[in-house]
């Protein structure tokens, strides 16, 4: 057993060795896991059963030591949030509570995932932590992880499976990108990104182009970005050199992106056809839904314009914009606006997204399901991280 800890504390001396110990593992830990696994193969176990295990009892042993001095020893007052759930990567994070969530789609069963559903700056907002003169409801619910009032910035991500494969293609990637994914990519076993379709140009669209880099670095060579030559210019500027890879030094990583310039009508994404739902989102300023199938996405809207219904006709499931209960903004419908556009339209089932901090996620569900009884309105608030089979 001397021999064996000589040889872990070199291999930590030697940086680039060549190891079976991956790297960032202390030399006591080497010890003990070469250790359980040479007893196992002295009894002839595979090698793989016993590195896991000793793997497993390493960190049980070495949670006892720790134990005296861990955050859970700390007085209940100075806790920090430490209560984020250690899960196998299969199982999402998040309660079920839903009736889609109690659906598991199949294999070959298409789906929408909401990456997101929260407006610009996030729900729990910072300042509504920080500002000790106001309670806010909503966001001291959402501080907790698997509540549905914790929002990040709006998207979705369409798991089309048809009989080539499945091709996950996600729309918008903002500010927030980076936490979305790694909270639902490994919980949901999405791993690829066959295609990026961009509604419009602000911050919590695209400012999460560059963390695409990971994927674009280590899962696959390129991502197809679609998006509208007014926004494409957008990127120009904000994303200079992601667009011209010609300015970066040599060997420094950025995106792998290809950009196709898309036009305010139908365009198709591995044989799926999308149809882009022109909208206005604030005076002048120009963002785009979009069609999949029967179902109809509208995440950044103020006014539709008239020979945008023509599209939305026949809607099977229609996701819109509903910002605040009260009263729309001068970018975004509100919760009444939003029901009135529901109304017109008359889809088959709605789901609300982009809400900001003042959308009580129960609340306002309850309220919204009264209207199905009244009206017939199958309305509700959408959540980060619902799924929803459909058939595109
Ligand atoms: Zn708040
Ligand atoms: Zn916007």
């Known amino acids: ?102 659906i598991q789609a199949p294999e070959d069963q298409s789906e929408i995932i909401f990456i997101g559903t929260g407006t610009s700056e996030g729900i729990p907002r910072v300042s509504c932590l920080t500002n000790q003169s106001k309670t806010c409801k909503v966001c001291s619910k959402a501080i907790e992880l698997g509540n549905k009032n914790r929002r990040l910035n709006t998207s979705i991500l369409i798991r089309y499976v048809n009989s080539v494969g499945r091709f996950n293609i996600l729309v918008d990637a903002g500010k927030f990108f980076y936490h979305s994914a790694l909270r639902w990519f490994p919980a949901y076993g999405l791993q690829n990104i066959d295609a990026v379709i961009i509604t419009h140009s602000h911050a919590d669209a695209i400012g999460g182009l560059d963390d695409l880099r990971d994927w674009t670095n280590n899962v696959q060579p390129f991502i197809p970005i679609y998006v509208a030559q007014r926004d494409f210019e957008v990127m120009k500027k904000t994303h200079y050199y992601i667009v011209d890879t010609s300015v970066i030094v040599a060997g420094a990583a950025v995106s792998e992106l290809q950009f196709n310039v898309i036009k305010e009508e139908p365009f198709v994404i591995h044989d799926l056809k999308v149809t882009p739902l022109p909208v206005w989102h604030g005076h002048g300023y120009r963002s785009l839904g979009f069609r999949f199938g029967d179902i109809c996405y509208i995440s950044d809207v103020s006014d539709i314009p008239e020979e945008t219904y023509m599209l939305l006709k026949d809607c099977d499931l229609l996701i819109l914009d509903a910002l605040r209960p009260d009263r729309s903004s001068s970018t975004h419908f509100g919760l009444p606006r939003a029901l009135e556009e529901v109304r017109k339209i008359q889809p088959r089932r709605t789901l609300f997204t982009g809400m900001m901090h003042l959308m009580d996620h129960d609340e306002i569900n309850e309220e919204l399901a009264k209207l199905l009884k009244s009206e017939g309105l199958d309305v509700q608030l959408s959540y980060d991280g619902l799924r929803v089979p459909v058939n595109l």
């Open 1 to 102: 057993m001397g021999s064996l800890w000589r040889e872990c504390a070199g291999t930590h001396r030697t940086p680039g060795s060549r190891s079976p110990i991956p790297k960032g593992v202390g030399v006591w830990e080497c010890w003990w896991r070469r250790a359980v696994v040479s007893m196992a193969a002295a009894l002839g176990m595979p090698p793989f059963v016993p590195a896991a295990a000793a793997r497993s009892l390493f960190a049980r042993s070495a949670a006892r030591w720790r134990a005296p001095f861990s955050r859970a020893a700390a007085p209940r007052r100075f806790q920090l949030p430490s209560s984020r759930p250690r899960v196998p990567p299969s199982r999402p994070l998040y309660n079920f509570a839903s009736r889609d969530d109690k």
